[in-house]
């Protein structure tokens, strides 16, 4: 049986030999003597041409066109010139000539694009062009990068319509920047010791700070999108599928060929307590160039807030703080720590674009790695000072809030685990929920609101599956609204 890999190969042999003489169109796909059946057999095209009632051949253009909108703004390009798939047809401004880019020979459309490399990159509002490739580059070398990538993406699209594209400076109401992984979740009876091996149960299931809180905000009715990069293995299919089941746009997702989906074991008992041991490539990750990209730019620019983790490389947060702080007006943002990453100094100069730093002790205790702060309190004063708003310190399902107005703890929620892995993430969604609805600073209601977001998830299990509703996080409120409050 065929692997990811080797249908990714196939694919991208297709489309390199396809887009020769006039390019991509469903008569070259008739007449030609390439074998393109693995290419009309995608799943994509099959669902496409049925849901239209076209031939296969008619599909493909249209699947194509959709899948290549998920590429970066550089690789779109390339794709759309070597393919002639028509994308800037209707949008290219005067000086730019569509008959030129889309000629009918291959060499014609090389050198125009080329020529024309940083006009288009504005025409789709790609912010600073990299190096225009020469001919000879395209020809050699850039369309095979391209075309790799353009075969991963087709190869996971294992259904059809995608989710829909967003016109250019469009974005979600929510974007979260952070990891999706596959989480080999160990349930066990006792953690093990030198001489004393655990016993338990294993399930996979997709994961990841960033993954979990975007379908956290989808769960309670936000348009979200995330962010992160993801291996082209049957792993990252999985992602990718979980991600359009709970209405997550994805187009933002890289997907990094030849590279496995990264893995973390997460090693949880019966009373909720859990280590982690996390698998890292630094093939798969975010970096600086994908922040600079027109399509995230315009996701940002178009979000009410922005949800990110301290799981890309500290510089790769760094740049997306100071590009969100350019933005005027600018969407909140809530930064969520984790304990084991390494904070340069060099972050300390952008926190004042963070509205809303939410995690454990530990965890912001350990953005002052030099800092020989006392209590919460204190850590929270010297981070406020720092230039964070407000400070939301999270514990047994409880939450302390430092802010200009004074502390506030939430502890109206008793605990039933010790933790809960989804606690965290369902606090930054539901955060995130209230301050689209809010019309002023938030107040005590809207964080008593998001602390029991928290408390619904104490189950044991995959960690998307104990995220809740809108609904199920009212019915907490209204159970526990009788009790004594922590204001």
């Known amino acids: ?33 390439i074998d393109v059946t693995p290419l009309l057999a995608l799943p994509a095209i099959a669902r496409h041409a049925q849901r239209t009632g076209v031939a296969r051949e008619e599909a493909v253009p249209a699947v194509l066109r959709d899948v290549a909108r998920q590429l970066p703004p550089s690789d779109l390009l390339i794709a759309d010139a070597a393919l002639s798939l028509g994308l800037l047809r209707d949008d290219l401004p005067p000086g730019l000539e569509a008959d030129r880019l889309y000629a009918e020979n291959l060499g ?32 050699t070398v850039v369309e095979h990068q391209t075309f790799t990538a353009l075969a991963g993406l087709l190869a996971v699209a294992n259904g059809y319509p995608p989710p829909p594209a967003r016109p250019l400076g469009a974005g979600a109401t929510v974007t979260v920047v952070g990891d999706a992984v596959i989480d080999h979740l160990y349930t066990v009876d006792a953690f093990a010791t030198e001489n004393l091996p655990a016993s338990g149960t294993f399930t996979g299931h997709p994961g990841g700070k960033g993954l979990n809180r975007a379908v956290a905000a989808a769960r309670l009715g936000l348009d979200a999108q995330l962010v992160a990069a993801i291996g082209g293995d049957e792993n990252g299919r999985a992602i990718l599928s979980l991600l359009s089941e709970e209405g997550v746009h994805r187009d ?56 990110a983790t301290f799981e890309p490389p ?43 730093l939410a995690g454990t002790t530990a965890e912001l205790r350990a953005m002052l790695p030099e800092a020989d702060a006392g209590d919460t309190a204190d ?109």
Not at 277 to 301: K, N, P, W, Y
Not at 322 to 351: F, I
Not at 446 to 459: C, N, S, V
């Open 379 to 487: 850590v929270a004063r010297l981070l406020r000072g720092l230039g964070v708003g407000t400070v939301c310190a999270l514990s047994d399902f409880h939450c302390r809030v430092f802010a200009d107005g004074g502390e506030l703890l939430i502890d109206d929620f008793p605990p039933v685990l010790r933790s809960a892995p989804g606690a965290a993430a369902a606090f930054a969604a539901a955060l995130a929920r209230r301050l689209v609805d809010a019309h002023g600073p938030l107040d005590a209601e809207d964080y008593r609101w998001a602390t029991a977001a928290m408390f619904t998830t104490q189950q044991l299990g995959a960690v998307t599956a104990a995220l809740p509703t809108v609904a199920e996080v009212d019915r907490v409120v209204a159970l526990f609204s009788g009790l004594p409050r922590g204001d």
């Open 1 to 33: 049986m065929a692997t990811h890999d080797d249908r990714t190969v196939a694919l991208r042999d297709i489309l390199t030999r396809l887009c020769k003489y006039t390019g991509l169109s469903p008569e070259r796909l008739r007449h030609t003597e």
């Open 314 to 356: 500290a510089r790769v947060i760094e740049q997306l703080l100071g590009a969100v702080a350019e933005l005027d007006p600018r969407p909140q943002v809530v930064l969520c720590p984790t304990p084991r990453t390494p904070v340069p100094q060099s972050l300390y100069t952008h926190l004042g674009a963070v509205d809303f």
């Open 252 to 307: 933002l997702v890289k997907l990094v060929p030849f590279a496995p989906t990264l893995i973390t074991a997460v090693v949880q008992t019966a009373t909720g307590a859990a280590q982690l041991i996390g698998c890292h490539d630094e093939r798969v990750q975010l970096t600086g160039e994908d922040l600079r990209s027109g399509a995230l730019r315009a996701a940002l620019a178009g979000s009410a807030v922005v949800v």
């Open 108 to 139: 014609d459309r090389r050198l125009y694009l080329a020529t024309h490399w940083n006009a288009l990159h504005e025409v789709i509002d790609a912010g600073p062009a990299p190096g225009a490739p020469t001919v000879k580059r395209l020809r």
